[in-house]
């Protein structure tokens, strides 16, 4: 199965669009200490990283196997699952294999899902860090991967895709948003803060063994594309029915 890779991938390969949502409630300035991801491959590959990865996680786990997954499914739309919504977001109790969880990734705002399985562990914390709150301090733990070293190929091109062999590393990546740009004769104000486009710069910090950090940049843009918004916006309606 053909990954692609995580979000930050993306967006170096001016993938924008498939990123969007990681940047819906960023205005313009300097963002440090994003995305923060550690590699330490020993017997076995250990991976741990803060929130922003917990999505991708979850998908790269589903394409490395059939496991069986348990946990919790955040939703802005309703999905066909056992659950409840709670200020505006559907909270969902999922247990399923690799092929439910793919079924759903796309329509989840959030995985919050685990694995436990002789080749495989997963462990993703099940409550998100609050928006504005320790801002400054980073959960770097919040996604925990264990898992066999036959899977390295794949995990490297997921998230390490740009880094030579190694054993140990940690990466942080900075967001500096420069420009907004505001959708044509949109007045609603939460279609504006989701549909905006950003632009910027993106810093991948990246510090291997006790080698000096390096830094990797692009710049970016991220967007809503167009069919994403109509097929969200017609689920939204189907629901409102």
């Known amino acids: 199965m053909d990954m692609e ?3 930050i991938k993306k967006i ?3 993938k924008g669009e498939e990123a969007h949502a990681q940047f819906v409630r960023f205005g313009k300035g300097v963002y440090e200490s994003r995305a923060v991801l550690s590699l330490m491959k020993t017997s076995k590959v250990k991976v741990k990283s803060s929130s922003e990865f917990a999505n991708d996680f979850v998908r790269l786990a589903a394409g490395l196997g059939d496991f069986k997954f348990s946990g919790i499914v955040l939703s802005k739309i309703e999905l066909d699952l056992p659950g409840k919504k709670k200020a505006g977001i559907y909270e969902y109790e999922f247990s399923g294999n690799s092929k439910q969880v793919l079924d759903i990734i796309n329509k989840a705002y959030y995985l919050l899902l685990d694995v ?3 080749n495989l562990n997963l462990k993703i914390k099940k409550k998100l860090p609050k928006p504005g709150k320790g801002e400054n301090k980073v959960d770097d733990k919040f996604c925990s991967l264990e898992a066999d070293l036959k899977y390295w190929a794949q995990i490297k091109d997921f998230f390490f895709w740009d ?7 940690k990466i942080s990546h900075e967001y ?3 420009e907004i740009v505001i959708p044509k004769n949109e007045k609603d104000f939460e279609k504006i803060r989701l549909n905006a486009k950003r632009k910027g710069k993106l810093r991948r910090k990246i510090i291997i063994g006790k080698e000096a950090e390096q830094v990797k940049e692009c710049e970016f843009e991220v967007w809503e594309s167009a069919s994403q918004t109509l097929k969200e916006l017609s689920k939204t309606a189907q629901h409102n029915l």
């Open 12 to 14: 170096f390969e001016k």
């Open 116 to 118: 436990n399985d002789i």
């Open 163 to 169: 880094i030579p062999e190694c054993c140990k590393c």
């Open 176 to 178: 500096e948003i420069n």
């Open 5 to 7: 890779g995580c979000f």
